[in-house]
Antibody, heavy 118, light 108 residues
Framework: QVQLQESGPGLVKPSETLSLTCTVS?????????WGWIRQSPGKGLEWIGS???????YYNPSLKSRVTISVDTSNNQFSLRLSSVTAADTAVYYC???????????WGQGNLVTVSS | DIEMTQSPSTLSASVGDRVIITCRAS??????LAWYQQKPGKAPNLLIY???SLKSGVPSRFSGSGSGTEFTLTISSLQPDDFATYYC??????????FGGGTKVDIK
């Protein structure tokens, strides 16, 4: 069974960079599929942030593209999210997920609440 | 961006009821639609992909239909475990992947 687990700080100061890591178990990232990040806030619902393939190919939501970097570490079976210049509007639960065969999300992490506040 | 509109936003129903949730896309997405169930404090859980394909392990009382711009999720006989919020998601293109606003199914 594929399992994903997000890790990272729960509190980030405004203007700083949010960093989260997703550790995958039960499946080797290098075996295939894209891997993605999604966030959920009360104000904006579910929002796709971006996705990455094990080879490093990425797709980002244009609304966040200038601030987002997603990277992959196949040796540790992890992928990561960096979101720069955060504001209170970036406060959300951040999920990592496996992107299924046709770009739906078939396995999800439990979520990591990140609050942006000084 | 492709906008996804769900209706209703809230639905009150009883155990045993047939429940239908609608999702409309702002432009044609063929059959590239998924449905998710989310319970409070938990991640969304994939129910259906490609508009009507049931994910392995999902009860057969869940079904999906539609193509183009109009889609439905049907729960044939609502069970106590089904009270949750449901979301649709289009994946016709990466520009960008988008979700509907959700439909909360609560107890009448």
């Amino acid at each position: 069974q594929v399992q994903l687990q997000e890790s990272g700080p729960g509190l980030v100061k405004p203007s700083e960079t949010l960093s989260l890591t997703c550790t995958v178990s039960g499946y080797y990232i290098i075996s295939g599929y894209y891997w993605g990040w999604i966030r959920q806030s009360p104000g904006k619902g579910l929002e796709w942030i971006g996705s990455i393939y094990h080879g490093g190919t990425t797709y980002y939501n244009p609304s966040l593209k200038s601030r987002v970097t997603i990277s992959v570490d196949t040796s540790n079976n992890q992928f990561s999210l960096r979101l720069s210049s955060v504001t209170a509007a970036d406060t959300a639960v951040y999920y990592c997920a496996r992107v299924g065969e046709y770009d739906y999300f078939d396995f999800w992490g439990q979520g990591n609440l990140v609050t942006v506040s000084s | 961006d492709i906008e996804m509109t769900q209706s209703p936003s809230t639905l009150s129903a009883s155990v045993g009821d047939r429940v239908i949730i609608t999702c409309r896309a702002s432009q044609s997405i063929s059959s590239w639609l998924a449905w998710y169930q989310q319970k409070p404090g938990k991640a969304p859980n994939l129910l259906i992909y490609k508009a009507s394909s049931l994910k392995s392990g999902v009860p057969s009382r869940f079904s999906g239909s539609g193509s183009g711009t109009e889609f439905t999720l049907t729960i044939s006989s609502l069970q106590p475990d089904d009270f949750a919020t449901y979301y649709c998601q289009q994946y016709n293109s990466y520009s960008p992947l988008t979700f509907g606003g959700g439909t909360k199914v609560d107890i009448k």
